[in-house]
């Protein structure tokens, strides 16, 4: 069976420090992996999402960046958080040509 | 923008009563859509899913309708339990190539003993 996995759990960083967030899967190959934002009390943002190593399509212009070294690793990254990067970050991960995702656990992201 | 909405962003239910939750979608082209479930603090979980040539499909307690007419989908959750409060979000995929989800914005089921 398939797993995903998203560390670290909690995160507090100031304004101005770098992020790293990383997103692993198990149990498959080759899959298309997605990066949300879900602010408190709202919906899901796409931010990124891979459909293969290296490939990265951004969906909004913001202050983070995303890179998939391997197949089944997602980062998100920041060089400079700002306050409005505070929220959840999630990973997903779908078979190829499958819409149904498949959601980590989640990252609580503090920007103070 | 997002373009799927829903009617009523909380709702509060008896324990063992049935659940009805509602979702607008505004483009025409999609063709798939997706319910999940997402207890606080954790990830979203798939619960059903229904492709544009159907109009009903059930599951275990629950049962997604569509109504591509009017652009509505829902989710009814048949003898509610306290396990079952959550937030819940409907997405679709807005027709595309990409495999891309559009999410609405949820929500809030409250189960009361």
């Known amino acids: 069976s398939q797993t995903i996995h998203q560390w670290p759990a909690t995160l507090v960083q100031p304004v101005g420090s770098p992020l790293s967030l990383e997103c692993t899967v198990e149990?498959?190959?080759?899959?298309?992996l997605y990066w949300y934002r879900q602010a408190a009390g709202r919906g899901l943002q796409l931010l990124f999402y891979s459909v293969g190593i290296g490939q990265i399509s951004s969906e909004v212009p913001q202050n983070l960046s995303a890179s998939r070294p391997q197949d089944r690793q997602f980062i998100l990254s920041s060089k400079k958080l700002l306050l409005s990067d505070s929220g959840f970050y999630l990973c997903?991960?779908?078979?190829?040509?499958?819409?149904?995702?498949?959601f980590g656990p989640g990252t609580r992201l503090t920007v103070t | 923008g997002e373009s799927v909405g829903l009617h009523l962003p909380t709702l509060s239910v008896q324990e063992g009563d049935n659940s009805i939750i509602n979702c607008a979608y505004s483009n025409s082209a999609s063709d798939y859509f997706i319910w999940y479930k997402q207890e606080s603090g954790k990830g979203p979980q798939f619960i059903i899913d229904i492709r544009s040539n159907m109009d009903k499909r059930q599951g275990q307690r629950v049962t997604v309708l569509l109504n591509k007419t009017v652009k509505h989908l829902s989710l009814q959750i048949a003898a509610t339990q306290p396990g079952d409060s959550a937030v819940y979000f409907c997405a679709e995929n807005s027709g595309g190539s990409n495999y891309k989800l559009t999410f609405g914005k949820g929500t809030l089921l409250t189960v009361n003993p």
């Open positions: 149990g498959t190959s080759n899959p298309n």
């Open positions: 997903a991960w779908s078979f190829k040509a499958s819409y149904e995702q498949y």
